[in-house]
């Protein structure tokens, strides 16, 4: 298997445009992470979907995050209207389960200007 | 709930002398542990796992960490550090029971490795 994969690797944008960051999980896993991390706040969780189900957002920042996993092979993590705090970098990770091991991808750096 | 404590934000050592990263975890149910290495502008990356078997984990790049239920640690060590060790390393909890708490992660330690 080719690991989970995302893109873009890097994301320069302007404030107040969108961005969506795209995320393909190792296939036959059935819990999708989303994180970001930032070196003020580290590795902090956004959201976790189990069995395409979104189970916890707590930790969505706001409104303008949002997050969508359409089918077993793709998630998306939209951000609009983005802002220059929302600078980190977002990785997406995979596991069989929701409590196993969690495979990470290599992330998307993102800059808001 | 559950969560996750380490000890160190920073931990300096020489190059072939032991490592000791320190973990501490609380959990209402039989957790499962885990250790990760994120090496610069890198993903993060699997060193070991414990899921309630063996209570000394061996894991890759010659890391083991020891599983210690009454004292609640998981602490990660290596008895030769290597240039290359030199990486941000976290300490991972699940606490099995299924529920939406998923994995939580600690704050990192800054693993720095001196010639």
């Known amino acids: 298997d080719a690991g989970v994969i995302q893109s873009p690797r890097h994301e320069v944008t302007e404030m107040g445009q969108e961005v969506t960051l795209r995320c393909k999980p190792i296939?036959?896993?059935?819990?999708l992470f989303w994180y970001r991390q930032t070196m003020m706040r580290g590795l902090e969780l956004l959201i976790y979907?189990?069995?395409?189900?979104?189970?916890?957002d707590s930790g969505m920042p706001e409104d303008r995050f949002s997050a969508k996993m359409p089918n077993a092979s793709f998630s998306t993590l939209k951000i609009q209207p983005s802002e220059p705090r929302d600078s980190a970098v977002y990785f997406c990770a995979s596991s069989r389960d929701r409590v196993s091991e969690a495979f990470f991808g290599q992330g998307t750096r993102l800059t808001v200007v | 709930a559950q969560s996750v404590t380490q000890l160190d934000s920073h931990v300096s050592v020489s190059e072939g002398t032991p490592v000791l990263l320190r973990c501490n975890y609380s959990?209402?149910?039989?957790?499962?542990l885990f250790w990760y290495v994120q090496h610069p502008n890198k993903g993060l990356q699997l060193l070991l796992k414990?899921?309630?078997?063996?209570?000394l984990v061996k894991g890759i790049n010659g890391f083991e960490a020891e599983f210690k239920k009454s004292e609640t640690s998981f602490h990660l060590t290596k008895p030769s550090a290597h240039m290359s060790d030199a990486a941000e390393y976290f300490c991972?909890?699940?606490?099995?029971?299924?529920?939406?708490?998923?994995?939580?992660f600690g704050k990192g330690t800054h693993l720095i490795i001196q010639p």
């Open positions: 296939s036959g896993h059935n819990s």
């Open positions: 414990y899921t309630s078997a063996a209570t």
């Open positions: 959990s209402s149910y039989s957790p499962s």
């Open positions: 991972v909890v699940s606490d099995n029971r299924g529920g939406a708490d998923g994995l939580t």
């Open positions: 979907f189990n069995n395409n189900v979104p189970i916890d």
